[in-house]
């Protein structure tokens, strides 16, 4: 609602994120053009300054992109009223109840209150006493229980953020009461509403009497009135209106301490601006699948759904269509067809918007589209298409596509055949004579589908017509037959049609008219003589089968009545309309009749007097057509029509002909395969299965008896490996799978004796699991006679990703596992060396790799033999470091595997230090007296050379060079 003199701002906020700005502004429908009301700001908003009606209408914006265009929803302005109805005066009884009304409109809505003699109303005094002055929302003042003290004037106020208006005083007189018994009548009966959800609602009940009447209310359908509704008063209201506020009030106004009552009822309606319940989804697609976009919403009055594509409305074809209310399908996706596809639902309320994005994906490496593509007509109903490979990436070629459909005519249904591509020619049968047709094709690879193909359009060749047409015959003299007929549908004719013949005897003859012709007149024939008629239609490609023989007796001379002349009937599938002109003699008519009956195909039609099972039926001189109902489809009928006086029955004209067959509205060929599945998607279910779930196609020209699933491992160009399951329901547990590994799944719907082609793939792995195999070529290879090197392979199965080894060594290969010393190595090396070992002893080595789910299979035992160590010598070499037989044997050093296990308060390069020097002290205090400098000189050896931490092998190479120095 706009208030003059103050401007509204439409801001338009559609997701447009590139600059300048392309936003287009539309008043009802017709792009605005600035002026001094409306101007366009930088940002995209419009300023309506409402200087006047003309600013008035249904506003809406258009913003566009470099994708596409997207539209607004709409909204109405109109200019503000003054006031819709100003308060009246009012003359009530003393003691009674006065009522004021006035109503107004804003934006935003306004709050009404009221004034007396321009003043507050005036305050009450007891606040424990029931309130004198109701104010309701909806406008109203009611004045309870009037006194000459509430005498004045009175006016509402109406005002909002922008501005205060007042409306015209009413006066309120207050007449002297009465005490005499009086009935119960209900002044201000409640009213039917029609309330905008959300809103509020208020039904009013004011009833007056001696004594005075108690007012109740309760709804018509014996439902509990809500707990939300507030009853001031004697009326009702309803703060915030929802759905189940609907229904029938009933106000009832009982006189006190009788059964006397008087009742109002009124319905309350709750409309609701239109709400988008499931918005459609935005898509990514490959070219050449099926886009489906769903829109449910709801409303009352029930919305009307409308789709956009880039702000505007869809172009319907045989291609892009709607499958149902709400459900929008794009077949044969192409790039034109990647926007911004907008559904918009509509009622009297307003209007409710959801966007959904569409975007074509277009693959490297696709084949080209089919080159020379040829349609050339191979009889009246096949054509023979040929056609040559794609001239780019045609080895990756696994299928064609055709498509076709009429060349001419609205909404026509495209079909569609998946050819092999072993071939380079495909006969399309079952065609419509003397119809053109437009044809192209697709070529699929694994990675998806080509552009479509330059079209080509043909006309198939001509054919004899399926039918002949259906005659009426009349005379108009004892000497003359007029032959009578309706030109052939397209459907039946088969062709254009050149010529009509027509045979009649005792001996026959025949006589042939134009093609354009619709009745032709036999001359020069005996009068009150029986002749037999047929009649045949012929295009250039010959005759059609004759029509039944139909019986015509010519009138004798002193016949007064002819036969109705111009008789037609056009045939539907149930009903006949017969349309007919007076015989040449219409004065002496008073009436007609006309009959009709159900006929065998070898009994001629007959002009003598209905059978008995005819269906007789008079009419009015002046009646000149009659529709025939409840008749059978492709039923044979006779049909009769002649004119009567007071004294006899004239000749009848006869029709005879068939009713229309049966016919599904949309009859696709028999052979046509199905259509693939759509929303095809695979989710891994274990280490060896996946679930595959997929929906039926959106339409299908042949009932689906089952689906064919295609798996095989992704990239795989081997065909052993590639498996089919079979499914008859929509989904599939796909089994005995390899671990870890990644497929390519496609489905492909089967109707009776035949299939469709596949849908495009979808790929998904199987969970990880323990490796089915140990690692392999277990190697071990003793480097002294403390330590062994052990190298290996990753397991040739590893079933997901190695994160770590385990090694298991033991001298007692009699001991169970669990007594085995177990080495854990990160899953990335392939070798380590184990140290700590007893000098010449057997030791035994296996392997086992593991997953992140566990353990796999541990490898066979292998043995290695550590060396003895050489006699003679008093000391013990670990790692190449010596020390004296009496010095502590610190074997596998870090670990507390044999040896001891030394710690350091100290940490880093210092703590290193400080184990050497204990290491260093130990060896020289049993071996004897060492000069301090050359400790000195070994310590610092070993901290010139302490870069970082240390690891433990590298430790012992500098303790080495410690030992060194220091003998």
């Given amino acids: 609602i706009l208030e003059p003199p103050d401007p509204v701002l439409l801001d338009c906020h559609l997701g447009a994120t590139e600059y300048p700005l392309n936003i287009t502004w539309l008043r009802d429908g017709v792009v605005l053009s600035e002026s001094e009301a409306v101007q366009l700001l930088p940002n995209g908003s419009l300023l309506v300054l409402p200087s006047s009606r003309d600013v008035e209408g249904a506003y809406s914006c258009l913003s566009g992109s470099s994708f596409g265009a997207l539209t607004s929803r709409t909204d109405t302005l109109n200019c503000a009223e003054d006031f819709g109805h100003d308060p009246e005066p009012q003359v009530v009884p003393e003691s009674n109840t006065a009522r004021f009304e006035c109503h107004v409109e804003g934006l935003p809505t306004p709050s009404i209150t009221w004034e007396k003699d321009q003043a507050p109303l005036p305050e009450q005094t007891d606040p424990d006493d029931a309130p004198r002055y109701v104010t309701l929302p909806n406008g109203v003042l009611q004045v309870l229980g009037v006194s000459k003290d509430d005498e004045g004037l009175y006016r509402c106020v109406a005002s909002n953020s922008a501005r205060k208006r007042y409306s015209q005083e009413a006066s309120l007189t207050v007449t002297p009461g009465t005490t005499e018994e009086s009935e119960v009548v209900i002044t201000a009966p409640p009213r039917d509403l029609t309330v905008v959800l959300g809103q509020p609602a208020v039904l009013e009940c004011m009833a007056q009497g001696q004594p005075k009447p108690f007012v109740s209310w309760s709804r018509q359908d014996g439902k509990p009135i809500s707990t939300d509704v507030v009853v001031l008063a004697t009326n009702l209201v309803i703060p915030d209106t929802q759905s189940q506020h609907a229904g029938v009030y009933v106000c009832r106004a009982n006189k006190p301490k009788t059964r006397e009552f008087v009742s109002a009822s009124a319905h309350i309606r709750v409309l609701a601006p239109p709400v988008i319940l499931q918005p459609p989804e935005s898509r990514a697609l490959s070219r050449a699948n099926t886009a489906r976009f769903v829109c449910n919403s709801s409303g009352d009055p029930a919305p009307v759904l409308r789709w956009l594509k880039n702000g505007e409305p869809v172009q319907w074809s045989a291609r892009v269509k709607t499958q149902s209310p709400g459900v929008l399908l794009i077949n044969q996706l192409g790039l034109e067809d990647a926007g911004y596809?907008?559904?918009?639902?509509?009622?009297?309320?307003?209007?409710?918007?959801?966007?959904?994005?569409?975007?074509?994906?277009?693959?490297?490496?696709?084949?080209?589209?089919?080159?020379?593509?040829?349609?050339?007509?191979?009889?009246?109903?096949?054509?023979?298409?040929?056609?040559?490979?794609?001239?780019?990436?045609?080895?990756?070629?696994?299928?064609?596509?055709?498509?076709?459909?009429?060349?001419?005519?609205?909404?026509?249904?495209?079909y569609q055949f998946a050819v092999n591509n072993d071939t380079t020619e495909f006969h399309v049968k079952e065609l419509q004579p003397h119809t053109a047709y437009t044809f192209y094709m697709v070529a699929y690879s694994p990675m998806g589908a080509s552009h479509p193909s330059q079209s080509v359009t043909v006309e198939m060749l001509e054919d004899v017509p399926s039918a002949s047409p259906q005659l009426s015959l009349l005379s108009t003299s004892p000497t003359e037959i007029r032959v009578m007929w309706l030109p052939l549908s397209l459907q039946l004719s088969r062709g254009a049609i050149t010529r009509y013949r027509i045979d009649y005897h005792e001996d026959v003859f025949s006589v042939e008219v134009g093609g354009n012709e619709t009745q032709a007149t036999l001359k020069d024939l005996k009068p009150n003589h029986a002749y037999q008629l047929r009649m045949a239609a012929g295009t250039r490609a010959g005759f059609s089968q004759p029509s039944e023989w139909a019986i015509h007796h010519t009138p004798n001379l002193t016949q007064v009545l002819f036969a109705p002349t111009?008789?037609?009937?056009?045939?539907?599938?149930?009903?006949?309309?017969?349309?007919?002109?007076?015989?040449?003699?219409?004065?002496?008519?008073?009436?007609?009749k006309l009959a009709y009956r159900?006929?065998?195909?070898?009994?001629?039609?007959?002009?003598?007097?209905?059978?008995?099972?005819?269906?007789?039926?008079?009419?009015?001189?002046?009646?000149?057509?009659?529709?025939?109902?409840?008749?059978a489809p492709d039923r044979l009928y006779e049909v009769k029509v002649w004119a009567c006086n007071k004294q006899t029955e004239g000749y009848p004209a006869v029709w005879k002909g068939r009713t229309e067959k049966f016919t599904d509205p949309v009859r696709l060929p028999d052979y046509l395969p199905p259509l693939p599945p759509s929303s095809v998607k695979a989710q891994a279910n274990s280490s060896t299965s996946i679930w595959l779930r997929w929906e039926k196609p959106p339409f299908s020209n042949v009932r689906i008896i089952t689906y064919t699933i295609r798996c095989s491992p992704a990239g795989t160009r081997n065909a052993s490996l590639v498996s089919y399951y079979t499914s008859t329901s929509q989904e599939i547990l796909l089994g005995a799978l390899k671990p870890f590994t990644r497929y390519e799944l496609a489905v492909q719907s089967n109707g009776i004796n035949m299939g469709g082609p596949f849908s495009s793939t979808v790929e998904e792995s199987t969970l990880a699991d323990r490796p089915s195999s140990p690692p392999t070529d277990l190697q071990l290879t003793a480097i002294n006679p403390f330590s062994v090197f052990v190298s290996w392979r990753p397991p040739l199965e590893p079933n997901g990703i190695i994160v770590s080894y385990r090694m298991l060594y033991s001298g007692n290969l009699s001991q169970p596992d669990y007594l085995w010393n177990n080495l854990s190595h990160d899953g990335s090396i392939t070798s380590t060396e184990v140290l700590g070992l007893m000098s010449g002893t057997c030791y035994y080595f296996k392997m086992g790799a593991c997953t992140e789910v566990g353990v796999g299979p541990f490898s066979t035992v292998k043995d290695v033999h550590t060396p003895q160590k050489p006699y003679g010598e008093h000391v013990e070499c670990v790692s190449s470091v010596c020390f004296s037989k009496q010095c502590k044997m610190i074997q596998g050093f870090g670990t507390n595997t044999h040896g001891h296990t030394l710690h350091s308060d100290r940490s880093g390069s210092d703590a290193v230090s400080g184990v050497f020097e204990w290491m260093l002290g130990w060896c020289v205090g049993a071996a004897g007296a060492v000069p301090a400098g050359l400790i000195s000189k070994a310590v610092n050896s070993v901290r010139l050379q302490q870069l970082g931490k240390l690891q433990p092998s590298l430790l012992f190479l500098l303790l080495q060079k410690a030992a060194i120095a220091v003998h």
């Fill in 341 to 414: 596809y907008q559904c918009i639902a509509s009622n009297s309320l307003g209007t409710a918007c959801a966007t959904a994005k569409l975007l074509v994906i277009v693959k490297q490496g696709l084949p080209s589209p089919p080159q020379r593509l040829q349609a050339t007509p191979h009889s009246s109903t096949s054509a023979l298409l040929t056609w040559e490979p794609p001239e780019s990436n045609s080895d990756q070629v696994i299928g064609f596509s055709i498509h076709y459909q009429r060349a001419t005519g609205s909404d026509n249904m495209e």
């Fill in 566 to 592: 111009e008789l037609k009937v056009r045939a539907k599938m149930r009903s006949l309309h017969v349309t007919w002109q007076p015989p040449p003699n219409p004065t002496q008519i008073t009436s007609y």
């Fill in 598 to 631: 159900e006929v065998e195909a070898e009994e001629p039609a007959n002009e003598e007097t209905p059978v008995a099972d005819s269906h007789q039926i008079r009419l009015r001189k002046r009646v000149k057509h009659y529709e025939i109902t409840g008749l």
